[in-house]
Every structure is written in structure tokens, then in C-alpha cells.
């Protein structure tokens, strides 16, 4: 019981805004990253420590996720909405997810342009970290967020170049 008191103090305290801008450069074509960027099974394989991932409806997904923010760990449930899209150019996105350790609620938009033979995304995102990941520290938060960020789309990349080398290799 005295567990239980604790953590829910925990959870009702602590709370940090999390504000982040990433830029990502693939060595793909806008479309190509466009009509990837959606797909479930890729997002899946490239969100690090995903244990489920599924769209439960056209623009709208459910998952589990381990994240590890220094000494903190924890199993994640979150729901990812796509809010808007302008197709090649904007996805605008709500997240909310929570854990035994905390909530998250947050936006983000991702804006796709074409740059050199490849595309250049620009992430922009604010959300609202409350428990007892709110207490981890801004600076904690905001490299987590950012190399989280950077591993997501490292691996998307590659998920994306594996699917259209597979698609290729069928087609011969």
C-alpha cells in the first residue's frame, strides 16, 4: 500500500515541457520517404524497444514502447494521431502516452523538402513530461527526446532502403 501512496505522489508531481527541433537528411526521394513514413510495420521496426504497433484506424496508432531515460525504465503505452497531412509536404501529429512512471502529451510536425537527390525533414515538437519523468531534468529529457529522435529515422532510413531493395529483388 505504502508503494502504491508513493507512486501516486509521484505521478502527481514533477511535470517539464519538452521542446525539441531535429533535422533528418535521407538519401531518398520525398516520395518515397512520404509514402513509407506511414507504414505501420516499418514504424514499428524502427522505434527502438517497440513492442507493438498497429493502426487501428487510417491515421491512427497504438503501441508499446521500453524507454530507458537514464536510470529510469519503463513499459510506455501511446497513441500517435496523424492531426493533418498536406501531402508531400507537412504531417502534423498528436502523441499521449503513459507508463507507470509518468504521462507524456505532445504535437509535433514534420516538414518534408526536397534536398540535393534526397529529402530533408524538419521535426518540430513540444510536449508536457509529468511523474516521475517530468523530475528526470530538462536536459535528461531533451538529449533522450533528441537521440531518440535521431535512432527513429537512422532506422526508418533503413527500414525504408531494405523494403525497396526486397521489393526490387522480386520484381527481377
Known amino acids: 500500500m505504502n508503494k502504491l501512496i508513493k507512486m501516486m505522489n509521484l505521478l502527481a508531481i514533477g511535470g517539464e515541457t519538452v ?37 487501428t484506424s487510417t491515421g491512427v496508432y497504438k503501441g508499446e514502447i521500453d524507454i530507458h531515460l537514464g536510470p529510469l525504465h519503463d513499459l510506455f503505452n501511446f497513441d500517435v ?11 502534423r501529429l498528436k502523441i499521449k502516452g503513459h507508463g507507470s512512471l509518468g504521462e507524456l502529451n505532445g504535437n509535433a510536425i514534420l516538414l518534408f ?3 540535393q537527390s534526397g529529402t530533408q525533414i524538419l521535426c518540430k ?12 531534468g530538462k536536459r535528461l ?9 535521431e535512432n527513429f529515422f537512422s532506422n526508418l532510413e533503413k527500414e525504408m532502403k531494405r523494403t525497396l531493395y526486397e521489393l526490387k529483388k522480386r520484381n527481377r
Do not use: H, M
Open 141 to 149: 529529457l531533451d538529449s533522450g527526446a533528441t537521440k531518440g529522435l
Open 125 to 136: 515538437a513540444k510536449g508536457e513530461v509529468s511523474g516521475a519523468l517530468g523530475l528526470t
Open 19 to 55: 521542446e525539441i527541433e531535429y533535422q533528418y537528411r535521407f538519401g531518398l526521394p520525398r516520395t518515397i520517404v512520404w509514402k513509407y513514413i506511414k507504414n505501420e510495420n516499418l514504424l514499428k521496426n524502427s522505434l527502438q524497444g517497440c513492442k507493438s504497433f498497429i493502426e
Open 81 to 91: 494521431q496523424l492531426d493533418e497531412e498536406k501531402a508531400p509536404v507537412t504531417l
Open 113 to 115: 523538402k526536397d534536398y
